[in-house]
């Protein structure tokens, strides 16, 4: 039988991807939404979580799809009623927000699931095979789009909490920790932010690798265009590419595998088998690299940003 599911936040990625992904998933029914905006046809819709979790405790899992920024109250507060939480990226705002909804899933014997979407494109799992019996020389991150083609109008995106660059950036760094056969850290970084905002628009990162790679990333959300979302790495027997966010990849040149876009299906599978053993799949290396680019960041202040 499928299991309910109350989705929260009727936004973009909601819209985008988690309604058709549960929709086309059997082991879900989407059995509510909560919104303070918007309502679903044919679906029990509700303004506030507390409401929901008051009226509908058949319901044993929420899927919160809203900003970084509320995400730790909607969860805490679910998981205090004993409901299993799968959390957007990032899992929140900051490492210790994360630190304790994993405390509280434990305490209540629920399911947290932190998705990483980008970690579950088909080209990672090939990747990471491919890399595993390679020793790695270099590994690059280009991760260029245009804010306001992606996100229009959000502001959330610039202030505390809502990360700026490192938004999309973190999906870069989610798929570079699953595919590394080791772990890297932040040694460097500059953070461009524009003379108005809160969070940066632009960053340059630098890792100290343990055996000796040279990896960085290069994070812009100015460009019109062509979009770039790679990572190159080079490596002892010839070169790997992960292009398009890991939809693509190719080596020495020639592409290997090309695959249509799975990450959300992909997401709400590994959801449902998780929910089976009030399993905790909450891997924070994506956000701790965030997390020390904003500490070991130089910061440098670039013209000021309007959507
Ligand atoms: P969004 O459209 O700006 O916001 C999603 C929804 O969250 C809003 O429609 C609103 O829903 C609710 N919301 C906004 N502020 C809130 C607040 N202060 N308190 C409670 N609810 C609030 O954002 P989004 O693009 O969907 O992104 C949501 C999350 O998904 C972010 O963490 C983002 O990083 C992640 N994500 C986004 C994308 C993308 O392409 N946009 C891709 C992957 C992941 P209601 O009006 O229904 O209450």
Not at 112 to 131: E, G, I, N, Q
Not at 187 to 214: H, V, W, Y
Not at 279 to 292: E, K, N, R, Y
């Amino acid at each position: 039988m499928a299991r309910k599911v109350a989705l929260v936040g009727i936004g973009k990625i909601a819209r985008d991807q988690h309604l058709p992904a549960i929709a086309a998933n059997p082991d879900w029914e989407l059995a509510a939404v909560v919104s303070r905006n918007a309502s679903l046809e044919d679906v029990d819709s509700f303004t506030t979580l507390e409401e929901l979790l008051e009226k509908r405790p058949d319901i044993d899992t929420i899927s919160l799809a809203i900003p970084p920024q509320p995400r730790f109250d909607y969860a805490a507060a679910a998981l205090a009623a004993g409901r299993h939480v799968m959390l957007e990226k990032p899992p929140g705002q900051s490492l210790a927000e994360c630190h304790a909804l994993e405390a509280a899933a434990r305490e209540h014997g629920c399911t947290l699931f932190a998705t990483w979407h980008s970690r579950y494109a088909d080209c990672v799992p090939d990747a990471k095979a491919w890399l595993k019996e390679r020793r790695i020389k270099r590994l690059v991150i280009t991760w260029k789009e245009d804010v306001r083609k992606w996100h229009p109008g959000q502001d959330w995106i610039f202030e505390p909490g809502g990360l700026g660059v490192f938004d999309p950036g973190i999906n870069a760094l989610s798929i570079m920790t699953e595919i590394l056969p080791h772990a890297v850290h932040v040694s460097a970084a500059t953070l461009e932010f524009p003379a108005n905002r809160d969070t940066p628009i632009a960053a340059q990162l630098t890792f100290t690798d343990p055996t000796g790679a040279e990896v960085s990333a290069d994070f812009d959300w100015l460009q019109e265009g062509p979009q770039t979302w790679d990572i190159d790495v080079e490596t002892d027997e010839g070169t790997l590419k992960l292009a398009n966010g890991g939809a693509v990849m190719s080596v020495n040149g020639s592409v290997v595998k090309q695959a249509s876009d799975h990450e959300y299906a992909n997401l709400y599978k590994r959801m449902a088998e998780l929910v089976q053993n009030c399993g905790i799949d909450m891997d924070l290396s994506p956000m701790t690299h965030v997390a020390d680019a904003f500490t070991l960041g130089r910061r440098k202040t670039v013209a000021a940003f309007e959507f």
